[in-house]
């Protein structure tokens, strides 16, 4: 069966979602759509590429993704249409793409579907439906495009060496209040190379030990560990770490290796 995913910022509260999900069910009723998450933040173009690009690997090849976020009409825009490791994505030329991908994609095409004006201000339900329920359906993404050479690229804080220090800051909150920062599980092996740490971030805390689960440590007592993402996180068992540590978006965390211990 076909696979057609749904990243957006269209929340659930409102006719957008239902607008969106019968305009494709009306054109291929078979497909099963599948939502990834249509709680990202308003045009929130990060968090949006942060969970696509760590779970869209987990379904099968040939799957869509819709990625609806600013999508709205614009003349400094282009909207695309892409395969990536043998997976069709959907969506903006906004920067999200050079955000989730680690290599050029495969092939990309402009989409030149012909706006249906009953959908003028939301060609999320109108261009985007059909260009994902084409390839759904089999369809050859030359069929629905121009191709092209590149995508947008929009730049993200990457963490740093200074000597033995890696410094990195926070670049999600889950609904756990789980803490994630951009430092990856490769990036830290590359550099820690078997030596001991201590990880500080705000309000002077720190932790000098890699959890393997949340539930290593007591229940109410901080941790860390590579999660799910391989991104490191620092949590609290059964806890509120954002809240009780004072961490959010954009706050440091920097992981001194120490040759003496």
Known sequence: MAIITLTTDLGDKDIYLAALKGSI?????????????NCVQAYNVQQAAFILKNSFYYFPDDTVHLIGIDTVYSDNTRYLALRYQNHYFVGSDNGIFSLMFDQEPDEIVEINIMQDLKFLHFPLADIFVKAACHLANGGELAEIGIPVAG????????P??????????VIYIDSFQNVITNITKEFFNKVQQGRQFTLYFKRNETINHLSWHYSEVPEGEKLCLFGISDHLEIAINKGNASGLLGLN?????????DYQR
């Open 151 to 158: 995508i947008e690229q929009r730049m993200t804080l990457q």
């Open 249 to 257: 978006l954009g706050d440091s965390v920097i992981i001194d290796f």
């Open 25 to 37: 069910l009306k054109l291929l009723p078979s497909v099963n759509i599948v939502d990834v998450t």
């Open 160 to 169: 740093v060496i200074e000597r033995n220090v890696i410094k990195g800051s």
